[in-house]
């Protein structure tokens, strides 16, 4: 079990809290609570020495959809599509 934080630069503040997939082989569960001027994520993986691939997955990820949350990413072997799907269901469901 591997934890990895990082912060990228946030402008969209979500408007409420949300959680969407499971953590379940090959899917992700992710946890979002509404922040100021940022973008913090803590992942949690079963899958160590991936650390490369998730910081550009969520570099690319918030380069696009700037959205100032708290996100809390559990993963079970979740495919770089399956992380950007889930990640994009969790800022749609928070939206006002």
């Not at 922040?35 to 079963?46: E, F, L, P």
């Not at 996100?71 to 800022?91: C, H, K, M, S, Y």
Request: net charge neutral; aromatic share 8%; hydrophobic share 45%.
């Amino acid at each position: 079990m591997q934890t990895l934080s990082y912060e990228f630069p946030a402008d969209r503040p979500a408007a409420r809290r949300s959680h969407v997939g499971v953590v379940g082989s090959g899917d992700l569960e992710v946890l979002m609570t509404p922040a100021n001027g940022i973008a913090r994520v803590r992942v949690r993986t079963s899958v160590d020495g991936f650390d490369t691939v998730w910081r550009t997955v969520l570099e690319r990820f918030f380069a696009r959809h700037p959205v100032a949350a708290d996100f809390e990413l559990n993963d079970f072997g979740a495919t770089p599509g399956v992380v950007t799907l889930r990640l994009r269901q969790a800022i749609e469901e928070g939206r006002a």
